[in-house]
């Protein structure tokens, strides 16, 4: 009897701490689903703050557009002196408010670029186009910048290369956003574009300079959101520092990659490396953002 007592209280036990264990368990399980339910509020949370500075972003930028457009086009009728002719020095003065407002322009546009990225907006239109061409559009578009510069614009000839399949706008705003940083940190010598073959399937875009040189510590951000160098020249010519970071979304986009290399008062060259063909994924990868 002894021995059938003392099995019936270790079953006993058992039954007293598997049903100790089960609630345990069931209070854990209460605790991760109400951790699992905060942090799905949490992302629904952060998806509309998300969701709401780029509506602002995008809403500030649209509303920007308008008076800017009409202070560059007043500018450009008193420059043109459809006024009557102006002094040396009132010409100086509307050709500043003129530079000012094309800059705070650019901001906005990197402004509504942003809002559009991160708000799925952004249609990727890839088509057949030679480089040339491309290439031929930039130098007449920077052409009316060198005007007093010590700078030389140079489009290298690439080597032969196929029709390019891709976003060519894109592409463009790229190399636009390269060439202007470029410029803007050379004070003289030269800023060099040009194109070749990277493997078999794919070309770089490269823009190298003469200009101050990025120091090593600071190339691996230059690439992210509102990062800029900190030098003398950069506190005098502000910028977003959105620039380089929409160069790297819009790469991404187009199945490609940015990247630079650069050294401290020898210069720097920024490069684009996209594939010939913009693939399928891609194209349906951008729409659906």
């Given at each position: ?67 800017l457009g009409s202070i560059l086009s007043m500018t450009r009728l008193l420059d043109d002196d459809m006024d009557g002719p102006l002094s040396v ?201």
């Amino acid at each position: 009897m002894d021995r059938t007592e003392n099995m019936d209280q270790e079953l006993t036990d058992l039954r007293a701490e598997n049903a100790a264990l089960r609630a345990e368990l069931e209070e854990t399980n209460q605790g991760v689903l109400a951790l699992y339910a905060e942090l799905d509020e949490q992302a629904e949370q952060l998806r509309e703050v998300s969701e709401l500075k780029s509506r602002f972003l995008s809403y500030m930028s649209h509303e920007f557009r308008t008076p800017l457009g009409s202070i560059l086009s007043m500018t450009r009728l008193l420059d043109d002196d459809m006024d009557g002719p102006l002094s040396v020095e009132q010409r100086k003065q509307v050709r500043f408010v003129s530079a000012a407002a094309l800059e705070l322009r650019e901001m906005v546009d990197d402004l509504l670029d942003l809002a559009k990225i991160e708000a799925g907006r952004i249609t990727i239109s890839p088509a057949w186009f030679d480089l040339m061409d491309l290439f031929s559009a930039l130098r007449g578009m920077f052409r009316p910048l060198l005007e007093g510069r010590q700078v030389d614009l140079v489009f290298e000839d690439p080597p032969p290369l196929p029709m390019l399949y891709t976003d060519d706008k894109k592409l463009a705003q790229i190399l636009r956003n390269f060439i202007s940083n470029a410029l803007k940190f050379t004070q003289e010598g030269h800023v060099r574009v040009s194109a070749r073959p990277e493997g078999e399937a794919e070309v770089r875009f490269s823009v190298h300079d003469t200009g101050i040189g990025i120091p090593q510590e600071m190339q691996a951000k230059l690439f992210e959101d509102f990062v800029q160098v900190d030098t003398p020249l950069q506190k005098r010519l502000r910028g977003t520092g959105l620039g380089l970071s929409l160069c790297r979304r819009f790469a991404e986009l187009l199945g490609g990659r940015v990247g630079v290399e650069s050294a401290v008062g020898v210069g720097s060259e920024f490069f684009v490396v996209l594939p010939l063909k913009l693939a399928d994924e891609a194209i349906e990868a951008g729409d659906a953002r």
